[in-house]
């Protein structure tokens, strides 16, 4: 009956050598043990595997088509051996060796990824999973246990999670560089009469908050094209029309050949942002971790008020 267990490692490893080395002979001297060792070792193991693993022809040995599927099993085994091993440098370093983070559209084209960069610039073999949803879903996913972390728009509320609030940025607006209004110095909600804006698709116009400042102000647009949010800086760029938005998003997408300046907006219009997790996170290192990277990136950003979570 076949028998592997921890005793087993040893005659794997001379096995292995064997295999590569092709003579006992050689796989000694690679070993640095003896011949009659090697032969030993591979009788026993044969007798626990209950396979022969090898023919002998003439003083010579032969693999058989067993000794091969063994061996292959032995690479698969090495490898796993090696992946334990890094991940227990990562358990040491941040206190877990993955991480699945949920994060919403507005932080994932840059902010985030540049998180997860100088994570795994700290340990390769991390493991990072990150997906992009909305807000609510990010909520869901980490009160699931389908993420371990996420950013969200704050406020919200949840009877599982922490929650961390990180920062808050005022709104800019966004017009291509020869625009009348990209002479201004900043651009007041007045500014967007009889404008084309450019927003984000929303299920209820009523939650977008840049309509619902035009509508408080009286303020007649042109016209309005509604779009997912990775798409927007494209659309002002390719001169559909001007938008507001927050400056995280803007400056990760844009690029100087897109020909779109960013202008304050007045009246200011706040966004804020969070991290949530499940209490058994609270004292994972990798938080410390994001929070101070995240603080370092943010002073590249304009208008963002760092939140205590941060500023500490």
Same mark, same amino acid.
């Given at each position: 009956?076949?028998?592997?267990?921890?005793?087993?490692?040893?005659?794997?490893?001379?096995?292995?050598?064997?295999?590569?080395?092709?003579?006992?002979?050689?796989?000694?001297?690679?070993?640095?043990?003896? +011949?009659?060792?090697?032969?030993?070792?591979?009788?026993?193991?044969?007798?626990?595997?209950?396979? +022969?693993?090898?023919?002998?022809?003439?003083?010579?040995?032969?693999?058989?088509?067993?000794?091969?599927? %063994?061996?292959?099993?032995?690479?698969?085994?090495?490898?796993?051996?090696?992946?334990?091993?890094?991940?227990?440098?990562?358990?040491?370093?941040?206190?877990?060796?993955?991480?699945?983070?949920?994060?919403?559209?507005?932080?994932?084209?840059?902010?985030?990824?540049?998180?997860?960069?100088?994570?795994?610039?700290?340990?390769? +073999?991390?493991?990072?999973?990150?997906?992009?949803?909305?807000?609510?879903?990010?909520?869901?996913?980490?009160?699931?246990?389908?993420?371990?972390?996420?950013?969200?728009?704050?406020?919200?509320?949840?009877? %599982?999670?922490?929650?961390?609030?990180?920062?808050?940025?005022?709104?800019?607006?966004?017009?291509?560089?020869?625009?009348?209004?990209?002479?201004?110095?900043?651009?007041?909600?007045?500014?967007?009469?009889?404008?084309?804006?450019?927003?984000?698709?929303?299920?209820?116009?009523?939650?977008?908050?840049?309509?619902?400042?035009?509508?408080?102000?009286?303020?007649?647009?042109?016209?309005?094209?509604?779009?997912?949010?990775?798409?927007?800086?494209?659309?002002?760029?390719?001169?559909?029309?001007?938008? %507001?938005?927050?400056?995280?998003?803007?400056?990760?997408?844009?690029?100087?050949?897109?020909?779109?300046?960013?202008?304050?907006?007045?009246?200011?219009?706040?966004?804020?942002?969070?991290?949530?997790?499940?209490?058994?996170?609270? +004292?994972?290192?990798?938080?410390?971790?994001?929070?101070?990277?995240?603080?370092?990136?943010?002073?590249?950003?304009?208008?963002?008020?760092?939140?205590?979570?941060?500023?500490?």
């Amino acid at each position: 009956m076949a028998d592997v267990n921890i005793h087993s490692l040893k005659a794997l490893a001379i096995f292995k050598t064997l295999f590569e080395a092709g003579t006992a002979s050689q796989a000694a001297r690679t070993l640095g043990i003896t +011949q009659s060792g090697v032969s030993r070792s591979l009788a026993q193991l044969e007798e626990n595997l209950g396979i +022969q693993l090898f023919l002998r022809e003439k003083n010579r040995l032969v693999a058989t088509p067993e000794a091969r599927e %063994v061996y292959d099993e032995i690479l698969r085994l090495m490898g796993n051996i090696e992946e334990l091993r890094h991940s227990v440098l990562a358990l040491k370093e941040f206190g877990t060796s993955r991480l699945r983070i949920a994060a919403i559209p507005g932080l994932s084209f840059g902010f985030v990824p540049r998180l997860v960069a100088a994570l795994l610039e700290e340990n390769r +073999q991390f493991s990072v999973s990150l997906d992009m949803m909305s807000s609510h879903e990010v909520q869901l996913a980490v009160e699931s246990s389908h993420a371990d972390i996420g950013f969200v728009t704050l406020p919200i509320t949840s009877r %599982v999670l922490r929650v961390d609030p990180w920062f808050t940025t005022e709104a800019v607006c966004l017009v291509p560089e020869r625009h009348p209004l990209a002479a201004r110095e900043r651009v007041e909600v007045q500014d967007l009469r009889d404008q084309h804006l450019v927003i984000s698709n929303q299920p209820s116009i009523s939650t977008n908050p840049l309509l619902e400042l035009t509508s408080q102000h009286r303020v007649r647009i042109a016209g309005k094209t509604e779009a997912n949010i990775g798409t927007i800086t494209a659309l002002v760029a390719s001169h559909v029309g001007i938008t %507001v938005m927050n400056p995280i998003t803007a400056q990760d997408q844009l690029a100087p050949r897109d020909g779109v300046v960013m202008r304050p907006f007045s009246p200011a219009m706040a966004f804020s942002f969070g991290l949530v997790y499940r209490d058994n996170w609270k +004292q994972a290192r990798v938080l410390d971790f994001l929070r101070g990277r995240g603080r370092a990136q943010l002073a590249g950003y304009p208008c963002v008020a760092l939140d205590e979570a941060l500023s500490e």
